[in-house]
């Protein structure tokens, strides 16, 4: 069956299918996908069916440090069930003013995919803003579910994609505009993605993300919150050897996760061929929920404010 003559009972709107095809390509051999029999398939065969309205687009994942960012990141939506947040809610949150920023400025055409989009607050609000439904990624089929019911709520429209970035989805030269945040860490093989971003990204498309930034934040306090493995030599097999092996992954509370440095990831993208538009820290009013003791909530809420402290950095890249 074609695009053309989908029957009614698949009630898996023509928009959304042209989204898809549009934007993604079959995980297993990169080939073009077609919409059939109420799924995505291939002509290698593959099958991506639609699950409540979720595209599965993911073949089996094979990397150790995936496997274990996705085991924790499912445990810690199953526990955390963060939904029925509002739009004007998720408008407040300090974090999403912060990233508001620098979509606001860099979006092209209202264009959005979200990569690693968890709770879908970001999208939800670049609908509301914007009007145009974005595309949500994420490789938890329990954060989508999340997503998703927030999207309902808000009466929001959204696609949403399951599926790992770390293999091949993005069809070549097709995409406009990319928006990342605080997901780009949780695999060893970030050249390789940066690799496939700028493939599938159009002549001057752009990719904002934000990532963490090795800090005095980072090898202290985050190492306590949810674990971090600093990407520099020397400190990179020390941190991995204890957390991996010693601890067994125990304090890598959302799995296998990196922290870089400015160079490093400014190297990291220029090999992969992109312009800098823009690298710095991300500057927000950050809130240290998970320190009750209000004292020290204070102190953290002050030195982070220095660089040496500053957790998270923010690149804007242009292909
Ligand atoms: C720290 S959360 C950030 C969520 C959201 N972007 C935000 O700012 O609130 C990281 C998200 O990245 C997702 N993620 C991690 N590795 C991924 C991968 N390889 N492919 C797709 N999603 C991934 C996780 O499931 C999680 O939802
Ligand atoms: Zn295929």
Known sequence: MTLKNKSMHENYSLKNIRAIIQTFVCPTCG??????DSAFICACSKRYPIKNDIVLLNKKISRDDVKLSLRSWNKLYRKQNKINISYQEA?????????????????????FIDIGAGSGMMALVVNKLYKKNPILIDFSL???????????????????????????????????????????????????????????????????????????????????KS?????????????????????????????????????????????????IIYAGNLIMDYQFNSISNQMIKSLFKYIVKFSLFNPLMVFVIEK
């Open 142 to 224: 329990d954060a989508l579910f999340e997503a998703k019911e927030n999207f309902k709520s808000n009466k929001a429209n959204g696609i949403f994609v399951c599926a790992d970035i770390t293999q091949n989805i993005f069809k070549k030269n097709s995409n406009q505009f990319f928006f990342s945040a605080m997901s780009l860490e949780y695999f060893k093989n970030l050249e390789e993605v940066f690799d496939h971003l700028h493939t599938a990204l159009v002549k001057r498309g752009r990719l904002v993300f934000i990532i963490p930034k090795i800090s005095l934040s980072t090898l202290t306090y985050h190492q306590l």
């Open 91 to 111: 408008l407040q949150n300090s974090y999403i003013q912060a990233y508001l920023h620098f979509v606001k400025k860099h979006m092209i055409n209202d264009y």
């Open 227 to 275: 674990g971090d493995i600093p990407h520099v030599f020397g400190l990179k097999h020390l941190y991995e050897f204890i957390h991996l092996k010693i601890l067994r992954g125990r304090y890598l509370k959302t799995g296998y996760n990196l922290s870089y440095t400015i160079s490093r990831i400014k190297k990291m993208v220029t090999k992969s061929g992109f312009k």
């Open 31 to 36: 080939g073009k996908l077609f919409f059939h």
